[in-house]
């Protein structure tokens, strides 16, 4: 089946520590989102990728970092500069970055503070 | 000014009536309109999407857009008790540049459908 699987389901990151999400995709999409969900709110956008070997920041990019060397994945690593990393962490992904391609999302990771 | 605003609610209405969702935005420019039902402590799951203005149906759910009033809503007829959870509503803010396929989410409105 294909779809978009998130790893791990839980996290924990201790202070100072770097800890890095994964976000894998099978279904050929080209674009390719991370948001971040706190209790009550909305999602706030972190990053994107339109194509591989680019990505551009979203709103509250500070304290974190992405790659895309892969068209199937685009981890997030959440550096200790973000001070404030409890969240839930969503990926998603679309066709392309065309206007009005529906975004899926995996089913997300749940970081906490040690 | 919130660019993507919904009210949080909770609303709610009893078993089989029609639950009214409404989401206003700002940026007039705006050109695609979603809508994601999210259950507690999961993800977001698309339910419709609409491009232009009028009334898109899909079952028992009925999306509708008025560009000109900068409003989309979301009417879900019958209502069941499985359709309790989030409704967010995500609008797509620009019309291509480097927002393109960026979507601004709102905070989402919880619905509860009792028997």
């Known amino acids: 089946d294909g779809g978009i699987t998130q790893s791990p389901k839980y996290l924990f990151r201790k202070e100072g520590q770097n800890v890095t999400l994964s976000c894998e995709q099978n279904?050929?999409?080209?674009?390719m989102y991370w948001y971040r969900q706190d209790p009550g709110q909305g999602l706030r956008l972190i990053y994107y990728?339109?194509?591989?070997?680019?990505?551009q920041k979203g709103d509250i990019a500070e304290g974190y970092s992405v790659s895309r060397e892969k068209k199937e994945s685009f981890p997030l690593t959440v550096t200790s500069a973000q001070k404030n990393p409890t969240a839930f962490y969503l990926c998603?992904?679309?066709?392309?970055?065309?206007?009005?391609?529906?975004?899926?999302f995996g089913d997300g990771t749940r970081l906490s503070i040690l | 000014q919130k660019e993507v605003e919904q009210n949080s609610g909770p609303l709610s209405v009893p078993e089989g009536a029609i639950a009214s969702l409404n989401c206003t935005y700002s940026?007039?420019?705006?050109?695609?309109f979603f809508w994601y039902r999210q259950y507690s402590g999961k993800s977001p799951e698309l339910i419709m999407f609409?491009?232009?203005?009028g009334d898109k149906e899909d079952g028992r759910f009925t999306a509708q857009l008025n560009k000109a009033s900068q409003y989309v809503s979301l009417l879900i007829r019958d209502s069941q008790p499985s359709d309790s959870a989030t409704y967010l509503c995500?609008?797509?803010?620009?019309?291509?540049?480097?927002?393109?396929?960026?979507?601004?989410f709102g905070q989402g409105t919880i619905l509860t459908v009792h028997p």
């Open positions: 609409i491009y232009s203005n």
């Open positions: 990728s339109q194509i591989v070997n680019d990505f």
């Open positions: 940026d007039r420019g705006s050109q695609s």
């Open positions: 998603a992904s679309s066709m392309g970055p065309g206007e009005g391609q529906p975004q899926h």
């Open positions: 279904l050929n999409h080209d674009a």
């Open positions: 995500a609008v797509n803010p620009h019309a291509g540049g480097t927002s393109y396929g960026k979507l601004t």
